[in-house]
C-alpha cells in the first residue's frame, strides 16, 4: 500500500502532519505547535527527513475530507 504525506499549517497556531493511502481508504494527521516538531515527528515516525519536504501550505476547508 502506498502512502502519501503532506505538512500545512492549521491556519491558525499549529501545523498538520497529514498521513493517508493513495487509495483513500486510510488517514490520519497529527497536530504540532511548531513546524520543526511536526518535521521531527515525521522523522521519527516514518524516516522522512526534513530536507526531502517542501514549503507548507494553507488548507481550505474544502479540502478536508468528510469522515
Known amino acids: ?8 499549517d492549521d491556519g491558525a497556531v499549529g ?3 497529514a498521513f493517508y493511502s493513495m ?5 490520519a494527521d497529527t497536530w504540532h505547535e511548531s513546524l520543526e516538531d ?5 522523522e521519527a515516525a516514518f524516516g522522512i527527513r526534513r530536507e526531502e ?3 507548507p501550505r494553507t488548507i481550505n476547508a474544502s479540502e ?3 469522515r
Open 38 to 42: 511536526a518535521y521531527a515527528t515525521a
Open 53 to 55: 519536504w517542501g514549503r
Open 64 to 66: 478536508i475530507p468528510s
Open 1 to 8: 500500500m502506498t502512502f502519501g504525506f503532506d505538512i500545512t
Open 23 to 27: 487509495d483513500g481508504v486510510y488517514s
Open 15 to 17: 501545523y498538520h502532519l
